[in-house]
């Protein structure tokens, strides 16, 4: 799935990355704690989280995310965007809760990727 | 690169918004190097769990990676409280954050099983009132 079809279908605002929403993605998790995300996720190119903290930004570029979807239309700071920006990793906003965002992604065929890691 | 290459950073106890900023440098450096995206994701997500440890427990630290051509080891070390029963603190769910901590996105309990899982070896020593040392190596995917 192009990043511009997530903003298509969470109808998002663009915070940082325009020149990147063509991109392909091809899994994605929703997650408010970040070592879930960082223990259970392992291709996902895009992370939908509640929280507007740096160690969003810093958590999805630790595992090599693409895309930040920032759910419930939270606004995220200035520096936070501007690290995302920094990062090279779109970030988008909507109004859509969680459950919603991550279902209406689902339905249309961006899937949940890797599991849990086992070495 | 038969010697090491090696970096140290001080880690920031009283200062959240920065907590996590040395694993994004390390991961920098990894990739200057050319390590596999793997390897330097292993490292820096190992590192990066270690770090918010020593923030949000331990009141800060230093870490010191050292880089060689086939390992890679961070050592991460603090003065803070110790851990008492590092069995119990191993196990995944298990945690002791205040809910300042967890609004934040932290405190699932997931950071030292993760850190195990992603290190090839992790050591953990530790006294209580006097501070703990995670020694974690890396071998480098060939
Ligand atoms: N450097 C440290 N100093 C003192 N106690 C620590 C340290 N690191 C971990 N602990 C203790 O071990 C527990 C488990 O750590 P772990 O990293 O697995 O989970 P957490 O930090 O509480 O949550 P998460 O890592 O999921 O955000 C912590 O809650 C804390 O009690
Ligand atoms: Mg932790």
Known sequence: ?119 | MSEAISFRFLIDGDDFTSAGNASVQVKKMLRQLNFDAETIRRVSVAMYEGEINMVIHANGGSADVNVWNDRIEVVLADSGPGIPDIDLAMQEGYSTAKDNIRSLGFGAGMGLPNMKRYSDDMKITTELGRGTTVTMSFFVNS
Do not use: F, W
Request: glycine share 10%; with cysteine.
């Open chain 1, 1 to 119: 799935m192009k990043i511009s079809k997530i903003i298509e279908l969470l109808d998002a605002t663009v915070l940082c990355g325009e020149d990147k929403i063509e991109n392909e993605v091809h899994s994605a998790c929703g997650s408010d704690m970040m070592s879930d995300v960082l223990a259970y996720v392992k291709e996902q190119a895009v992370l939908l989280t509640g929280l507007v903290n740096l160690q969003v930004v810093r958590t999805a570029e630790m595992m090599d995310m693409k895309c930040i979807v920032i759910v419930r239309g939270k606004k995220p700071g200035n520096e936070v965007v501007e690290l995302c920006r920094e990062s090279g990793i779109v970030m988008l906003s909507t109004e859509e809760r969680m459950y919603v965002a991550c279902g209406r992604l689902y339905e249309n065929g961006l899937r949940g990727g890797g599991v849990k890691e086992n070495e």
